[in-house]
């Protein structure tokens, strides 16, 4: 028998999503006992990924009514699809009429508390009108993103359509305006406004593709502001690298914190210029004699043999004989996402600041030192891409060039160097 989730019943071959309503609550819902809503979907798998954010938007509604703020509840939104999921299942057109009668009654008494909800009800129960967040869930479905970045177009959508409750209010104007308001009174950066519109237009054409919106509106296009010169703060903003006494002074503070895990992470960083999270996921299966492999990059580029400096051996070999988990960092916690790097990335930089580093100094920051050092040895700017694994642009060195070859590459490394102690 199927172990059916909490929240979740089979009705009609359909899964809903249900919430139960404390009886002290329910005059504030119309006298209903439970939320209900459909999933429109008969698979389990589906509708145990839909059912979470309909929950928590209803576990947000008994909050703000627990709270004494009424405001949520004047949204009918639940009621609105429920009403629409009933003209959808009807049988024969008697049966629809008599759900359409309801629906009239319903929204005649809803204006009268308040003028304009009833018409909303009606016609987002009848499909003339389409709520903005109605197919959030089956968009985000459809891509292959990972865990983290799908829960972040979810927090943009969520923005989306706070904002904008209905689709036919997402015009060019309004969503300018919208762009200022995230800028100037929620204080967003132009880069992280950028990527809420650019999930927007994303999902814009998605409901284009289900003939939700017209084909012919981008309400997105160019609405934000094109970069201007960068200010002071923004500058003085900008991620900076350590000095390589700076890197010492880390590695020792975590020493004497007992922290060895966080120790032997930096060091590895600074004789390899590694991102965190590509030493973190660093696997024993992937480390040779002379050099590892990073398979699990950000980009093609990331995907790389790095050569092991001669004073970083020593570890690496300690480190592979010490794993009992099969990592090169044996015993990382996890987090939701599967992300190693997550805690002794906050432990990282709770470090740095009891040090005195402020915002500009990342755990990154040690990626730029090494940059900067094998800059300053005169080290070819292609090579110290093949290294760190950045981007090549170059049409010869980016897209003919099979890459430096090890030799090159460790004879590169070798020149890394930090002060003695």
Request: charged residues 25%; proline residues 4%.
């Amino acid at each position: 028998m199927v172990n059916v989730p909490k929240y979740l019943q089979m009705r009609r071959r359909r899964w809903y999503a249900t919430l139960d309503i404390p009886k002290s609550l329910r005059p504030l819902f119309g006298g209903k006992p439970r939320f209900v809503q459909s999933l429109r979907t008969e698979s389990l798998t589906v509708a145990e990924r839909r059912c979470l954010p309909v929950v928590a938007n209803w576990k947000s509604l008994i909050a703000s009514a627990k709270n004494g703020d009424p405001t949520p509840l004047n949204d009918h939104v639940d009621d609105a699809i429920l009403w629409q999921e009933m003209l959808y299942d009807a049988t024969d057109a008697d049966s629809k009429a008599g759900i359409e009668y309801g629906l009239s009654i319903t929204a005649e008494k809803l204006d009268k508390e308040k003028v304009g909800r009833g018409v909303e009800l009606y016609k987002v129960a009848t499909r003339q009108w389409h709520l903005t967040s109605r197919h959030v869930e089956d968009w985000l479905a459809t891509l292959s993103n990972e865990p983290k970045s799908i829960d972040m177009k979810r927090t943009d959508l969520d923005r989306l359509s706070s904002k904008f409750h209905l689709t036919r209010d997402v015009r060019r104007n309004a969503v300018r305006q919208w762009v200022v308001d995230l800028q100037q009174r929620d204080g967003l950066k132009t880069s992280t406004v950028r990527r809420i519109i650019s999930t927007c237009r994303g999902y814009w054409r998605y409901l284009q593709m289900l003939e939700v919106v017209p084909d012919s509106t981008d309400p997105f296009n160019d609405v934000v502001p094109a970069n201007s010169q960068k200010t002071k703060a923004e500058v003085a903003a900008k991620r900076r690298a350590f000095t390589a006494a700076a890197v010492l002074q880390l590695h020792q503070a975590a020493i004497e914190k007992e922290d060895s895990d966080l120790a032997d992470l930096i060091t590895l960083a600074m004789w390899t210029g590694c991102r965190i999270e590509e030493l973190c996921s660093l696997k024993v299966a992937q480390v040779h004699s002379d050099y590892f492999e990073i398979s699990e990059a950000k980009s093609e580029a990331g995907w790389r043999e790095v050569p092991i400096h001669s004073k970083l051996a020593p570890l690496i070999e300690q480190l592979v004989t010490r794993s009992i988990d099969g990592y090169l960092l044996s015993g990382l916690t996890k987090n939701k996402y599967g992300d190693r790097s997550n805690a002794i990335g906050k432990r990282f930089g709770r470090l740095k600041t009891s040090m005195g580093f402020g915002s500009n100094y990342v755990f990154h920051s040690i990626r730029k030192t090494v940059a900067t050092q094998l800059d300053a040895a005169g080290i070819p700017e292609p090579v110290t891409a093949r290294i760190l694994g950045h981007d090549i642009p170059t049409m010869t060195y980016g897209i003919y060039s099979a890459g430096a070859p090890m030799a090159v590459k460790k004879e590169a490394i070798e020149k890394l160097e930090y002060p003695s102690k």
